[in-house]
């Protein structure tokens, strides 16, 4: 079958190469010349050595990366679907681009099928109408499904074959050809919805589910310390029961999708309430580092702190709104307490002095104020270091040399991954979440 990808980032590139290796002559149509030239030359954007493998297999197939956008028989849009900071709604701009130009190549009998994470009710009221420009009855003249992507970043070509999918359709002859395509190309269970919105609902609550539970283990984490426990040893135990399987606490909850996803769900509805609550949860836990690197510190202000990951979880190179970054603005922009706020709670300020940045998996980029820099030079000189990425790297970080690098002996572990004993003999004051 002759298939169009529209937007070949992270999710498009791997889903193209899906099918580009299952024998279908695939088109990956992506405005980003850039991008298309490097996949041209075989340069795929990835750090996940079997993706890139598994794309290089699909450019010796049938897979075409592209500028233009091509008839097919199928249509897959995959492209972004930002938030509004302010607002918390979803920006469907690009789903609504990408749907005038599937719409501008469509003809009778063809598939279009929605991957992008879109609030509930989008295939059907947004993506429907736009397609209908084709002067072609969605339904009648094509077909139109939501088949939402579930892989896990860091292990896509994995998940992409093997994990369960949901498919529905604006009607059951569209969800019955989505679900005959991807049948033969993956290994999970093809589960169907009742419609389309069903299946975009399914979708959000999965990451909600995830963003909440993440948000027990956290605010377990902040009552845990007001006890002066260890809120992991606690819930290790937690977990022996059969029926409990509590998550692990961190900084906050990062990413381009957990942190975004649970507002979608509230798009149309006013019913939010423990979802809602759960976000300020997970975002308030750069609060806790900061009240933790000030226990330890007596006064945050004019202290050098070094910032170790602002990668959105570990060993990972994507730092889309992550608990780093969050860390590093705050710091970086607060201002001293008023003098009588200052007084109240024994005379400290917040204002620190420098903030140095180091991630082995993220790059420096333009678009960002953020200058990463090597170990060396972010614990140089530092009072303390915050660890805000699980990054394996970071366990391999000598104590004897930081502390000799580092003026002060302040580490807070916010993924508990190094060994605190080691950390302490080296005559750190070690503190983890
Ligand atoms: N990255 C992830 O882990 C997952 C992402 N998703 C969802 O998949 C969708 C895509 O996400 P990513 O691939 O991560 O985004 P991405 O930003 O990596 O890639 C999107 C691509 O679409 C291209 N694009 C923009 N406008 C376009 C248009 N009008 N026509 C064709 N291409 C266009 C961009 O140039 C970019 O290359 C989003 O809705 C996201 O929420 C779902 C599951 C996992
Ligand atoms: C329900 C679910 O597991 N959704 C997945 C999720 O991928 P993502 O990489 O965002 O998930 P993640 O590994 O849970 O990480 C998200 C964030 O949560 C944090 N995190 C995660 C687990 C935990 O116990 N504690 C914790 O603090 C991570 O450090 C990270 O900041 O969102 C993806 C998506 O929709 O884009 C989705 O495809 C993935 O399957």
Redesign the pocket.
């Known amino acids: 079958m002759k298939i169009c990808v529209h937007g070949i980032g992270y999710i498009g590139l791997a889903t193209a190469a899906l099918f580009a290796n299952n024998g279908h002559d695939v088109v990956g149509y992506d405005p980003n010349e850039k991008l298309v030239e490097e996949l041209r030359a075989g340069n795929p954007r990835t750090t996940e050595d079997d993706l890139r493998e598994y794309v290089l297999d699909a450019l010796d197939e049938d897979f075409e990366p592209s500028n233009e956008v091509v008839e097919a028989d199928c249509h897959i849009i995959c492209v972004p679907t930002p938030y509004e900071e302010e607002s918390k709604r979803a920006d469907l701009s690009y789903v609504e681009m990408a749907g005038q130009t599937v719409a501008e190549h469509l003809r009778e009998g063809d598939m279009v099928i929605l991957e992008s994470?879109v609030p509930p009710g989008t295939t059907e009221e947004v993506l429907a109408p736009i397609l209908a420009a084709a002067e072609l009855t969605p339904g009648r003249d094509f077909s139109l499904s939501h088949c939402p992507?579930?892989?896990?970043?860091?292990n896509i070509a994995h998940e992409l074959v093997h994990n369960d999918r949901i498919i529905g359709g604006i009607d059951d002859e569209s969800t019955d050809k989505t679900i005959a395509l991807y049948d033969p190309l993956v290994e999970g269970t093809i589960h169907r919805a009742p419609d389309a919105t069903t299946a975009e609902f399914v979708?959000l609550s999965?990451?909600a589910?995830?963003d909440v539970n993440?948000a027990f283990?956290n605010e377990l984490a902040r009552v845990a310390a007001d006890y002066g426990i260890s809120s992991r040893d606690a819930i290790d135990l937690a977990n022996v029961h059969p029926r409990v399987d509590i998550?692990?606490?961190?900084p906050?909850?990062?990413?381009h999708?957990?942190p975004i996803?649970p507002w979608f769900l509230g798009q149309f509805s006013d019913s939010l309430n423990l979802i809602e609550s759960a976000r300020r949860v997970n975002d308030g836990m750069i609060d806790f580092v900061i009240e933790l690197l000030e226990d330890e510190l007596s006064s945050l202000e004019n202290a050098d702190i070094a910032v170790l990951g602002v990668a959105?979880?570990?060993n990972v190179d994507d730092a889309r709104h992550?608990?780093g970054l969050r860390l590093v603005e705050r710091l970086t922009t607060m201002e001293p307490r008023e003098v009588g706020a200052a007084a109240a709670d024994g005379g400290q300020t917040r204002a620190c002095g420098s903030v140095r940045v180091h991630d082995p998996h993220v790059e420096s980029d333009e678009s960002s104020d953020i200058d990463i820099v090597d170990l060396e030079t972010a614990l140089d000189g530092a009072d303390a270091v915050v660890v805000c990425a699980?990054h394996d790297a970071f366990c391999d970080i000598n104590p004897a040399e930081a502390a000799d690098l580092m003026d002060g002996r302040v580490i807070v572990d916010s993924f508990s991954i190094l060994d605190a004993v080691t950390w302490r003999e080296h005559g750190f004051d070690y503190a983890a979440i």
Do not use: F, H, M, W
């Not at 992507?149 to 860091?154: D, K």
């Not at 998550?247 to 961190?250: A, F, Q, R, S, V």
């Open positions: 994470t992507e579930t892989v896990l970043p860091g979708k999965q990451n589910y995830r993440i283990a998550l692990n606490p961190g906050g909850v990062g990413g999708c957990l996803d959105y979880k570990g992550s608990p699980g």
